[in-house]
């Protein structure tokens, strides 16, 4: 986990760059996965669904300070997500997709102009 200080340098970079019409910074190319869907019965007969996100490194950032933090969130809300605190929405992704994990939904106290929410999603990426 990264610390309270390193967690608002990385916010405050990210959010920089968000501002500045939504460009990325120039070292980061983004993380772009491939999404897997799978079914099988298992050998007690329990029967999975899974859903995978195979990271395509050719075509992705080779590590940033943005990529970790978004990394390392991600990680955070999948850790809510499986303890039941928090419900993901996976219906739009199918099995093939191209999909980039992009900061989406930001908003910022009307007053301050500090942010104050935002999510993470997998995003479609037209080839
Ligand atoms: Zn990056």
């Known amino acids: 986990m990264l610390s309270e200080a390193d967690t608002a340098v990385a916010l405050e970079e990210l959010f920089t760059v968000i501002e500045d019409e939504h460009e990325e910074p120039d070292q980061c190319g983004g993380l772009f996965y491939r999404v897997v869907r799978e079914a099988w019965v298992g050998s007690d007969a329990d029967v999975c669904f899974r859903f995978r996100f195979r990271p395509l490194t ?28 928090m419900d993901y929405d996976f219906g739009h992704l199918s099995h093939g997709m191209l999909v980039e994990l992009k900061v989406t939904g930001v908003s910022t106290d009307w007053e301050t102009g500090v942010v104050d929410d935002y999510d993470i999603e997998f995003i479609e990426v037209k080839e």
Do not use: F, M, Q
């Not at 080779?62 to 850790?79: F, H, I, K, Q």
């Open 58 to 85: 050719n075509r992705s950032c080779t590590g940033c300070d943005l990529c970790s933090w978004l990394l390392e969130d991600l990680d955070t809300r999948l850790y809510d997500y499986n303890a039941g605190y």
